[in-house]
């Protein structure tokens, strides 16, 4: 059973990122992938019943010379999603595949079998990756911006094969030639393993909408109009015939009043900023956003705290009732899903889903409803 799609919740809700360090900080709170710590957030949530976890994928940070630094230290999102399955029970794990390093044949067979070992609680997040840094190790070369989405596109129409096809299969691309394809186990989940795709240009929005189950998406950019965003991705889906769930990220800093939230999130965002790699982000960002005329460098820049908060999703601030408020905003304007990131998950979560707390709030507010623990 997929949490993604079965749950009855208006607004669904998950964690973003426990496998690596999505927060730029240098506060010493601060996240860093810990298996215990990992184990023990997971299982918060899986009680409360968050439907989602995704954990991203990078192979090294934005900072050459600093192997430890922030988001260069990731754990991979496929056995890490593998061994949470085992200690949940409700929550669908998430992982995250760069098309261009994984061949779809390895993909399937991992996707595959992590989807019979959680018993159908697992999706797969596909992004073209944009890091040049990363590829580099792999003697790939960052492809141009559409090349990235032509290369995908085959990449996905095989997996697909590959999860459902009874006979084996020969499929002659430009970026692929399969022989005799073919794998065993297919997945539990029938017709297939959702798909997530998190493109935010005009051709990563075709793809996400014709492709994926799921648009992963920023519509509360700076300098975007949220609702029209949301409502481009629906309309792109509905033209193809199709109906796909929105999601979003953001960060969440939760105190017991306004004023001691913003003195948190300019304790660890401003004071204990982690400057080197929030320099070394916003430079790389800036190359590789060249291509895209949705987002300015202006934009970028006034985003910095974004991003060292929350790898550049909204920041929910204040108190239990104001959380609930900003979420709720995201619901109005057609958001299916949020994932959260916290500077402390373990800090975090346990404020968000204590009695009387944020999801109190949301239950209230018709948004979710109690958590039915037999769905366990
Ligand atoms: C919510 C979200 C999650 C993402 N996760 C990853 C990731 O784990 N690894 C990665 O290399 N890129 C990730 N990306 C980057 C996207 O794959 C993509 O490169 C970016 O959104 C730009 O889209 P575009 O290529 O359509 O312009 C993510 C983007 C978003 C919005």
């Not at 085959?154 to 299969?169: K, P």
Request: aromatic letters at 8%.
């Amino acid at each position: 059973m997929n949490a993604l799609l079965t749950s009855p919740n208006k607004l669904k809700l998950g964690l973003f990122g426990t496998n690596g360090a999505p927060t730029m900080s240098t506060v010493p709170e601060i996240w860093r992938p810990d298996w215990a710590r990992i184990v023990e957030v997971a299982k918060i949530a899986d009680r409360a019943g968050l439907e989602a976890s995704l954990g991203y994928a990078r192979w090294k940070g934005y900072l050459p010379g600093m192997p430890e630094a922030g988001v260069a230290n990731i754990m991979d999102s496929f056995t890490w999603a593998a061994g949470l399955s085992q200690v949940t029970s409700y929550t669908t794990h998430i992982a995250t595949v760069h098309g261009s390093v994984m061949h779809p044949v390895l993909a399937a067979k991992q996707c595959a079998t992590i989807d019979r070992m959680s018993g159908g609680r697992f999706a797969l997040n596909l992004v073209g990756g944009w890091n040049a840094l990363e590829l580099d190790m792999f003697g790939i070369e960052l492809k141009e911006h559409e090349a990235r989405y032509d290369e995908l596109e085959e990449w996905v129409q095989i997996l697909d094969r590959l999860w459902t096809s009874a006979d084996e299969f020969d499929f002659e691309g430009d970026y692929y030639r399969v022989a005799g394809g073919m794998s065993r186990p297919q997945p539990l989940q029938s017709p297939r393993i959702p798909l997530i795709n998190a493109g935010g240009s005009d051709r990563g929005l075709d793809f996400a909408t014709t492709y994926a189950d799921i648009g992963f998406t920023v519509p509360q950019m700076v300098g975007l109009d949220a609702k029209k965003k949301v409502d481009e991705y629906r309309a792109s889906a509905r033209a193809k015939g199709r109906e796909i769930q929105l999601w979003t990220y953001c960060a969440v800093v939760q105190r017991d009043s306004r004023a001691e939230a913003e003195d948190y999130l300019h304790h660890f965002t401003v004071d204990h900023e982690e400057t080197e790699l929030a320099d070394a982000w916003q430079a790389n960002a800036l190359k590789a956003i060249a291509h895209t005329t949705r987002i300015s460098e202006d934009d970028i820049r006034a985003m910095r705290q974004r991003f060292v908060a929350s790898s550049g999703g909204p920041i929910l601030l204040g108190t239990a009732v104001d959380i609930a408020d900003q979420l709720e905003e995201m619901s109005a304007i057609g958001l299916d899903g949020v994932l959260l990131i916290w500077p402390d998950f373990t800090d975090g979560i346990t404020r968000f889903v204590a009695p009387g707390s944020v999801l109190t709030e949301l239950e209230r507010r018709g948004l979710r409803q109690p958590f039915d623990q037999s769905a366990r």
